[in-house]
């Protein structure tokens, strides 16, 4: 059998429920969406500048930078000088930031996947997570499972 277009996106929004269901409610209220969107730009694509956010996240330039400065401010965020444009600002993750993200967001999802699944069976469960890692492997970023020394290099 072979997946099509709308498969992929029903099983990308599928998957998107169920991480926002998995992850503790102080992780994903804690900051409004537009700084989340931001944040999870960021941590997608470190050394950013504030437009480049902005034409991505579809947020007015002015929001993002606000966005920054909140996150700058909680420590999850660093702003640099573009060594190739002092004019410009980027945007990456503080050295540090992915421990502090890490301890909010790390839990285990074999509950909500096996839930998902509604099989009793442990072999069904395992291939699912098998799966899903390889695709978190190939397919995203692992920021939040590098050291601030590689993220920062």
Avoid: W
């Amino acid at each position: 059998m072979t997946m099509n277009a709308l498969e992929l996106y029903l099983l990308g929004r599928k998957l998107a429920k169920l991480g926002m269901e998995t992850l503790p409610a102080s992780a994903v209220s804690a900051f409004p969406p537009s700084v989340t969107a931001v944040l999870i730009d960021v941590l997608e694509f470190p050394n950013s500048s504030i437009g480049e956010i902005a034409k991505r996240t579809e947020l007015p330039q002015s929001q993002v930078s606000a966005a920054t400065a909140t996150l700058v401010e909680h420590c999850l965020l660093e702003t640099v000088s573009d060594p190739d444009d002092g004019r410009r600002t980027l945007v990456r993750e503080a050295p540090g930031g992915a421990s502090l993200i890490r301890s909010k967001v790390d839990v285990p999802i074999d509950q909500a996947i096996a839930q998902a699944l509604a099989s009793e069976d442990s072999g069904d469960l395992s291939l699912v997570i098998e799966a899903l890692e390889l695709l978190s492997l190939r397919l995203t970023p692992r920021v939040l499972n590098r050291s601030p020394e590689e993220i920062v290099s």
